[in-house]
């Protein structure tokens, strides 16, 4: 069982970058999956996260409007596209799932990617 990011890079102020967070071993179609990012002295912050029964998403107030969560089944990953970068956003950026349900019947776990470093600089 393995998630792996990719994506990552430097980028100018205004930018884009797609990060894209790939599962191995277990199917990511019907699990929560997050995305956090951890800058250097500060603390993990939830950046959106895609529920695994609607795909319903949620976005941090920091990226809503400028960051984009969805989901590919047939590759078995979920992206990030990320737009209008501002420097604030540089950060190691983590893949994480942790719940799947089934109807009413629900299972924990807690997948964690190794990040990536996304950087926004000019």
């Known amino acids: 069982v393995q998630l792996v990011e990719s994506g990552g890079g430097l980028v100018q102020p205004g930018g884009s970058l797609r990060l894209t967070c790939a599962a191995s071993?277990?199917?990511?179609?019907?699990?929560?999956v997050h995305w956090y990012r951890q800058a250097p002295g500060q603390e993990r912050e939830l950046v959106a996260a895609?529920?695994?029964?609607?795909?319903?998403?949620v976005y941090a107030d920091s990226v809503k409007g400028r960051f984009t969560i969805s989901r590919d089944n047939t590759k078995n990953t979920v992206a990030l596209q990320m737009s209008s970068l501002k420097p604030e956003d540089t950060a190691v950026y983590y893949c994480?799932?942790?719940?799947?349900?089934?109807?009413?019947?629900?299972?924990?776990?807690?997948?964690w990617g190794q990040g990536t470093q996304v950087t926004v600089s000019s």
């Open positions: 994480n799932a942790d719940r799947v349900c089934s109807g009413h019947v629900c299972e924990e776990f807690d997948y």
């Open positions: 071993g277990f199917s990511i179609s019907r699990f929560d």
């Open positions: 895609i529920q695994g029964t609607d795909d319903r998403t």
